[in-house]
């Protein structure tokens, strides 16, 4: 509850003050459109990141529309966030073993974005977001047993709802393309479910289980989106 209080106590004000923006700029009819697509993977081919660094930002691809003041100084609008990885891995440490495991994680968000210039060529991104987020792990197995071969798979399964505030630095290269970063924190509701099964003959039947959790999530600027205004 005090999580939650937390939140809001952080999100209200950002909302306030959004309504006040866009009673001024929607009249403006200055519509703009931006796509981002976050390229820190390929830029991590060329310069020299940590490679332990984490991919924090699960959003591959973000889609936002602003309307701007006649400066184009303040823009205010919406965004919807979308994101999908797959890890997998596989191994036989001996004749009798062999392991695989995949990974899945896939996350949508939607929105509202406030954006003010602050240098030249920086401009400050602040709002609030709404999130979803699922990741599934599936570790299969194998194992040989008096000449038999038995198979035991692991089904992980979370899911997370919930929303937040985030910050964000943009530096602009020219009006149509710009490199940006930011952070956020999500307060998140989360259920896990987990099931295991297999075919050997002691292993019983098949066990299941599920758990709630809730939980604050922090998004580092660990990632730098490309972007394009049109």
């Known amino acids: 509850m005090k999580k939650l209080l937390t939140l809001l106590a952080i999100s209200i004000p950002v909302l306030a003050s959004a309504q006040k923006l866009s009673d001024s700029l929607w009249a403006s ?7 981002g697509i976050n390229a820190t993977a390929f830029i991590k081919q060329f310069l020299s990141f940590n490679s332990s660094l984490p991919q924090a930002d699960p959003f591959s691809v973000t889609y936002k529309l602003f309307n701007s003041n006649a400066a184009g100084t303040k823009l205010v609008g919406g965004r919807i966030g979308l994101g999908f990885t ?16 995949r990974q899945t994680t896939t996350a949508s968000k ?25 990741e599934n792990l599936k570790v ?7 000449g038999m071969q038995f198979t035991t798979v692991n089904n992980e399964s979370t899911t997370n709802i919930g929303g937040g505030p985030f910050l964000g630095l943009q530096f ?14 999500y307060y998140l509701d989360g259920t896990n479910k987990s099931t295991t099964t297999t075919d050997f003959p002691q292993g019983g039947t098949p066990e299941d ?19 394009i205004m049109f």
């Open 172 to 185: 602009n290269i020219n009006k149509r393309l710009s490199l940006s970063t930011e952070t956020a924190f």
């Open 86 to 101: 797959e890890i997998t891995q596989s191994g036989t440490p001996n004749p009798n073993f062999e392991r695989s495991v």
């Open 140 to 146: 299969t197995t194998k194992s040989m047993n008096n």
């Open 29 to 35: 009819k200055n519509i703009h459109h931006q796509v």
């Open 209 to 227: 289980r599920k758990t709630k959790n809730k939980s604050i999530s922090f998004i580092s600027p660990a990632n730098i989106n490309f972007n």
């Open 110 to 134: 939607l929105g509202l974005e406030m954006q003010q210039k602050i240098a030249e060529r920086w401009t400050l991104m602040y709002g609030v977001d709404m999130v979803y987020i699922s």
